[in-house]
Nanobody
Framework: VQLVESGGGLVQAGGSLRLSCVAS????????MGWYRREPGNQRVLVAA????????TYAASVKGRFTISRDNAKNTMYLQMNSLKPEDTAVYYC???WGTGTSRRIYWGQGTQVTVSS
């Protein structure tokens, strides 16, 4: 599976950005997709995730009510709408895919896109 992210950039606090992640190759075996972020000096942490079949979404407490994850299955594209952005949302955001089953199960990552929120 190949993942290509876009939509990052520089925005003022209170502003909005929409990230996109396009998946290609073996997309029929995707179980779930998600967004993670790596803040400076920290590990990657889950921001939001969406299950393929049920559409069930999960959010980190820090973004709940401000960010919305969605997916267009026909386009194999996942989105993260980020509103009311705060300086602490500054990070590199990564697209993540949970793929396959059993011994073939894999995790795939995109290359990351920088989001910078100025105060």
């Amino acid at each position: 599976v190949q993942l290509v992210e876009s939509g990052g950039g520089l925005v003022q606090a209170g502003g909005s950005l929409r990230l996109s992640c396009v998946a290609s190759g073996g997309t029929s075996s995707i179980n779930a997709m998600g967004w993670y972020r790596r803040e400076p000096g920290n590990q990657r942490v889950l921001v939001a995730a969406i299950a393929t079949e049920s559409g069930t979404t999960t959010y980190a407490a820090s973004v709940k009510g401000r960010f919305t994850i969605s997916r267009d299955n026909a386009k194999n594209t996942m989105y993260l709408q980020m509103n009311s952005l705060k300086p602490e949302d500054t990070a590199v955001y990564y697209c993540n895919v949970d793929w396959g089953t059993g011994t073939s199960r894999r995790i795939y990552w995109g290359q990351g896109t920088q989001v910078t929120v100025s105060s």
